[in-house]
């Protein structure tokens, strides 16, 4: 990938057009979906976000493998040269799981790289209930994920796994005089951080997260993980029994999405989070669903409680009347 990637030699003024016509086109394919990192990462490289495919997904939000072949199909009799695939194990806006075997399957088959944003749903792996989501990540060429996130790790705290720990060292070391290893002394040791990332001088996040497993230990996260799809489940069941809202069953996960049922613009559900913001009672945040912005309440404090989200249905209703 990066032998192609440095042959493409696109510069980044030209990449959002995709760089110069006659290096070879490469195209990448996540779901529409996926979070911006993803585009932003292309264009960063120099491939240019133009080239990245956003295939259109399910009822339940999760990529389309049927568009996403026929896409691929496409695009190789269109002479572009596709390279990778990412899946997304957690959506961003609701929390949907990508199949990760079914995309796994593609991507051997097409001799593409396979990478999986888990920023939100990779650490469901430390639960044995919620691991059936992940399945096929061990599939995976690459995987990304936060402790910042369910692992409750202070900011920042995101991290990169890659399976090739050999083509992963060739993209990043650097061959620099001041660079020199040595047997032994301060500049012992055959790798180093800096020959794994674009930083040399860089942060030890590594030590906040080895703290915070130390503290809690691995299952404890995973229970609290369990814990906030359980109340997540909790907020759903209420949101169906209400005749105010209406929610959007797409995920099975710790993010509810939301509508007031009269709210054709999403108007009033922006006022609704503006409100519970102001009034300090909980922060829900506003994303787009089918073309209006909706309600998003996204659990991961392990200390949320089945009381708080007593309080938070009741709030909201109180919010609601208020700005109606
Ligand atoms: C699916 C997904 N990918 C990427 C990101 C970006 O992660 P970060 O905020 O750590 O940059 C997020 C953040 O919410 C996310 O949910």
């Avoid at 585009?39 to 990245?52: E, F, P, V």
């Avoid at 339940?60 to 997304?88: H, M, N, Q, S, Y």
């Avoid at 959506?91 to 990760?100: E, I, K, P």
């Avoid at 430390?126 to 061990?138: A, F, K």
Wanted: charged share 25%; with cysteine; hydrophobic share 45%.
């Amino acid at each position: 990938v990066a032998t192609l990637i440095a042959r493409n030699e696109a510069s980044v003024a030209g990449s959002r057009r995709g760089g110069l016509r006659d290096r070879p086109q490469l195209t990448a394919y996540t779901s529409s979906e996926a979070h911006r990192c993803i585009a932003q990462a292309i264009d960063m490289c120099g491939i240019g976000s133009d080239h990245l495919r956003l295939v259109p997904v399910d009822e339940r939000r999760c990529i389309r493998v049927d568009a996403l072949k026929e896409k691929l199909t496409e695009d190789r009799a269109a002479g572009f040269v596709p390279f990778l695939i990412v899946g997304t194990a957690g959506t961003v806006n609701t929390g949907a799981f990508d199949d990760l075997n079914a995309l796994a399957d593609v991507a051997s088959a097409e001799r593409l790289w396979f990478h999986v944003d888990g920023a939100f749903g990779a650490l469901a792996a430390l639960s044995s209930t919620l691991r059936p989501l992940l399945n096929g990540i061990e599939r995976a060429a690459s995987v990304a994920f936060d402790f910042h996130k369910s692992a409750h790790v202070p900011y920042d705290a995101g991290f990169i796994l890659v399976k090739d720990a050999i083509a992963h060292r060739r993209a990043f070391e650097n061959p620099a005089a001041y660079l020199q290893r040595e047997n032994s002394g301060l500049a012992a040791g055959v790798t180093w951080p800096s020959d794994m990332g674009p930083d040399l001088s860089r942060g030890f996040r590594a030590l906040k997260t080895w703290f915070t497993f130390q503290a809690l230990g691995a299952d404890r996260i995973g229970q609290s993980i369990e814990q906030s799809v359980r109340l997540a489940n909790e907020l759903r069941s209420r949101l169906a029994d209400s005749e105010m809202f209406k929610l959007y069953g797409y995920s099975a996960f710790n993010i509810v999405c939301f509508s007031h049922r009269h709210d054709d613009t999403g108007n009033l559900n922006r006022k609704i989070a503006i409100d519970l913001h102001e009034r300090g009672v909980a922060t829900p945040s506003v994303t787009w669903l089918e073309g209006i912005p909706v309600l998003r309440a996204a659990i991961l404090n392990h200390r949320t409680t089945s009381e708080d989200i007593t309080t938070f249905v009741r709030e909201l209703h109180t919010s609601a009347e208020k700005v109606a």
